[in-house]
């Protein structure tokens, strides 16, 4: 049995009264990517189902863990240990006939640019900014330009939605026409808040390995033996971060993850805080409005900057946010950086990690010699590391220069001139 859609059609057709315009009724076929199966990604794909969307592509890299089932509802005891992105895709194509949803396990990294360029309209609904960062500065490199005019052809836009305990975002992308996530990174500040589920069993960043020590391995009595059992982390008090501290480090090694300084692990025990079901399912119900309205033409889109804050009341506002002259995304530029000569490179990385406008951890860094000073992660990692302890005019760095620095967080480099203040 097929869905029938005859009211949303009728809706769409309507005309008089206060309708400008008729919508395209052919959407069903309207190719769309989701990225995350996460807690907001699964509400994103069931609300795009049910909206009539029925050529539909879910990606993510995650098998479900049992502390998922209270809030991703798309997920059963027996299917713990499962993708995410299959079990989600099974669910919803059993609810929703007619809706043909293809599933991708794996890394967004990993994906070919044909991959995304098939695709008409990218949502996200991912839990860091990092992956959400990589998925709009992707979009804005497959723009392409002749004469200094877009192709607006190879214009794929992005509905960013993300939440964070009873606030939220959906940010509407049309990259290079308008802002991308880049252009407003000073908005977010440097994330620190995980899904436990991520903290206990899949880190990949430095801040869940700090979110284990201070969460997970503070509360074990068999770990933590230096207090009393109950006691209460206290961002305050600095034997507890630094206890915190030494064993984010550990488990960082462990799992072969590099980034965890004094400063994140004081960043990330100042701000917990978890997930909450319904304001997951607020946030993807407006991203999967966006994607109707854009793909029908029935009504204009959000411009483009939608908050929802939920916790001292309830309030929502949009507002226009600009693009940034000179972003280092889709106004490629080069960014100036001014740095004491006596900075070691571990300071520059820490600096870069930090800057609000850069928020780039994990780098890799090179001159413009072609040279490479420092690799965070793989093979080169061991040999790049001694580095950190030696100012940068001693690894050749030059007033002026312009170093190269690659993060897993943004698709294409970042060029960023030193100058030396004396
Ligand atoms: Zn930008």
Same mark, same amino acid.
């Given at each position: 049995?097929?869905?029938?859609?005859?009211?949303?059609?009728?809706?769409?057709?309507?005309?008089?009264?206060?309708?400008?315009?008729?919508?395209?009724?052919?959407?069903?076929?309207?190719?769309?990517?989701?990225?995350?199966?996460?807690?907001?990604?699964?509400?994103?794909?069931?609300?795009?189902?049910?909206?009539?969307?029925?050529?539909?592509?879910?990606?993510?890299?995650?098998?479900?863990?049992?502390?998922?089932?209270?809030?991703?509802?798309?997920?059963?005891?027996?299917?713990?240990?499962?993708?995410?992105?299959?079990?989600?895709?099974?669910?919803?194509?059993?609810?929703?006939?007619?809706?043909?949803?293809?599933?991708?396990?794996?890394?967004?990294?990993?994906?070919?640019?044909?991959?995304?360029?098939?695709?008409?309209?990218?949502?996200?609904?991912?839990?860091?900014?990092?992956?959400?960062?990589?998925?709009?500065?992707?979009?804005?490199?497959?723009?392409?330009?002749?004469?200094?005019?877009?192709?607006?052809?190879?214009?794929?836009?992005?509905?960013?939605?993300?939440?964070?305990?009873?606030?939220?975002?959906?940010?509407?992308?049309?990259?290079?026409?308008?802002?991308?996530?880049?252009?407003?990174?000073?908005?977010?500040?440097?994330?620190?808040?995980?899904?436990?589920?991520?903290?206990?069993?899949?880190?990949?960043?430095?801040?869940?390995?700090?979110?284990?020590?201070?969460?997970?391995?503070?509360?074990?009595?068999?770990?933590?033996?230096?207090?009393?059992?109950?006691?209460?982390?206290?961002?305050?008090?600095?034997?507890?971060?630094?206890? +915190?501290?030494?064993?984010? /480090?550990?488990?960082?090694? $462990? @799992? #072969?993850?590099?980034?965890?300084?004094?400063? &994140?692990?004081?960043?990330?025990?100042?701000?917990?805080?978890?997930?909450?079901?319904?304001?997951?399912?607020?946030?993807?119900?407006?991203?999967?409005?966006?994607?109707?309205?854009?793909?029908?033409?029935?009504?204009?889109?959000?411009?483009?900057?939608?908050?929802?804050?939920?916790?001292?009341?309830?309030?929502?506002?949009?507002?226009?946010?600009?693009?940034?002259?000179?972003?280092?995304?889709?106004?490629?530029?080069?960014?100036?950086?001014?740095?004491?000569?006596?900075?070691?490179?571990?300071?520059?990385?820490?600096?870069?990690?930090?800057?609000?406008?850069?928020?780039?951890?994990?780098?890799?860094?090179?001159?413009?010699?072609?040279?490479?000073?420092? +690799?965070?992660?793989?093979? /080169?990692?061991?040999?790049? $590391? @001694? #580095?950190?302890?030696?100012?940068?005019?001693? &690894?050749?760095?030059?007033?002026?220069?312009?170093?190269?620095?690659?993060?897993?967080?943004?698709?294409?480099?970042?060029?960023?001139?030193?100058?030396?203040?004396?």
């Amino acid at each position: 049995m097929t869905r029938s859609y005859h009211q949303i059609e009728s809706f769409l057709k309507r005309t008089g009264g206060t309708a400008e315009e008729e919508g395209n009724v052919n959407y069903h076929d309207f190719k769309i990517l989701v990225v995350g199966a996460g807690g907001l990604g699964c509400e994103v794909l069931k609300a795009l189902a049910m909206v009539g969307f029925q050529n539909l592509t879910i990606i993510d890299m995650d098998t479900i863990e049992y502390s998922n089932l209270n809030r991703q509802f798309l997920f059963r005891k027996k299917d713990v240990g499962r993708p995410k992105s299959e079990v989600a895709a099974e669910f919803v194509m059993k609810k929703v006939p007619g809706c043909k949803i293809t599933h991708v396990v794996g890394r967004l990294e990993d994906q070919p640019l044909s991959f995304y360029k098939s695709f008409k309209l990218v949502i996200s609904g991912l839990d860091n900014l990092g992956a959400r960062r990589w998925t709009s500065s992707t979009l804005c490199s497959l723009v392409e330009t002749k004469n200094g005019e877009i192709n607006p052809n190879t214009i794929i836009p992005l509905i960013d939605g993300g939440t964070e305990g009873f606030q939220g975002h959906v940010m509407v992308i049309v990259p290079k026409v308008g802002p991308c996530l880049d252009c407003i990174i000073s908005l977010f500040p440097p994330q620190k808040t995980f899904p436990m589920c991520t903290i206990a069993s899949q880190p990949r960043l430095p801040e869940h390995c700090i979110a284990w020590a201070s969460q997970i391995a503070w509360e074990n009595p068999t770990i933590n033996t230096e207090f009393p059992h109950g006691t209460k982390v206290d961002a305050d008090n600095p034997a507890h971060v630094q206890w +915190v501290y030494e064993h984010a /480090l550990q488990r960082a090694e $462990e @799992k #072969n993850i590099s980034g965890v300084t004094y400063r &994140l692990t004081l960043g990330v025990i100042k701000n917990i805080m978890p997930a909450i079901a319904s304001t997951n399912s607020l946030i993807a119900a407006q991203t999967a409005n966006e994607a109707f309205k854009y793909a029908t033409g029935c009504a204009n889109n959000l411009d483009n900057y939608l908050v929802y804050y939920g916790k001292d009341g309830i309030n929502t506002s949009v507002e226009s946010l600009e693009k940034k002259k000179g972003c280092l995304v889709c106004d490629m530029q080069t960014m100036s950086k001014s740095i004491p000569a006596t900075f070691t490179l571990q300071q520059l990385v820490d600096e870069i990690s930090d800057d609000p406008e850069l928020q780039v951890s994990n780098p890799s860094i090179g001159l413009e010699s072609g040279q490479i000073i420092f +690799v965070s992660r793989g093979p /080169l990692k061991e040999q790049t $590391e @001694k #580095n950190l302890g030696l100012e940068l005019p001693q &690894l050749g760095v030059k007033e002026g220069e312009e170093l190269i620095i690659n993060s897993p967080a943004i698709s294409s480099p970042i060029f960023l001139k030193i100058h030396y203040e004396y």
